[in-house]
């Protein structure tokens, strides 16, 4: 009796052997488990992204008697909305007009993007502490200052130009036709 035991032991042990072997041997897809994804909106946007942006900017803020000084990485782009281009074919020409550029400027996610140099107050005993609402709102305040600065520094009509000179070529390549591209706003349409 106690043989019989030993040996079905053995088989459950060899058994149980088996499948792992079988599943540490086995391609790891075959132990996902798929389900079908359905998309609920898709929103097709063309863009033609001219100038790419990437710039550490000195965050000052003053909230009441509290200050803050900080410096803050941005990321952005300066691109064009293709999608809603106005063209028309007047025989064998194309005639383009460049359309509103898109600036996006968002905060870097990379580590270290954010750092607070200096917080005080004008307060003999007051805090020089300030709440992530009060940072957050200092931070969109310089982002949009930077946005300003963008044009005043000829980053959006350096943008238009290669605008145009892009679409210019990839219109022409692709059509076959003489491609004139007009720039309604070569300084943009500072907001």
Same mark, same amino acid.
């Given at each position: ?8 032991? *053995? ?7 088996? $499948? ?6 086995? @391609?790891? =897809?075959?132990? %996902? ?60 020409? *194309? ?7 898109? $600036? ?6 990379? @580590?270290? =993007?954010?750092? %607070? ?75």
């Amino acid at each position: 009796m106690k043989k019989l035991y030993g040996i079905i032991i *053995l088989l459950i042990l060899v058994g149980a052997g088996a $499948v792992a072997c079988w599943w540490y041997m086995s @391609p790891e =897809a075959s132990r %996902v488990t798929l389900h079908e994804a359905k998309i609920k909106d898709v929103t097709p946007m063309l863009r033609l992204c001219t100038v790419e942006i990437y710039d550490d900017v000195p965050v000052k803020g003053t909230i009441g008697k509290r200050h803050i000084f900080a410096r803050e990485s941005l990321n952005g782009s300066i691109s064009f909305d293709l999608e809603n281009i106005e063209m028309v074919e007047n025989g064998d020409t *194309l005639n383009v007009t460049l359309p509103r550029e898109i $600036v996006e400027i968002y905060e870097s996610t990379a @580590p270290g =993007a954010y750092q %607070v140099i200096d917080t005080w107050t004008d307060e003999l005993f007051g805090s020089s502490n300030f709440t992530v609402a009060e940072e957050n709102s200092i931070k969109a305040k310089t982002r949009d200052d930077y946005r300003k600065e963008i044009y005043r520094k000829g980053y959006v009509e350096r943008a238009r130009k290669e605008a145009v000179a892009n679409l210019t070529a990839m219109l022409g390549g692709v059509t076959g036709k003489t491609v004139i591209v007009t720039d309604p706003s070569p300084a943009g349409y500072m907001e």
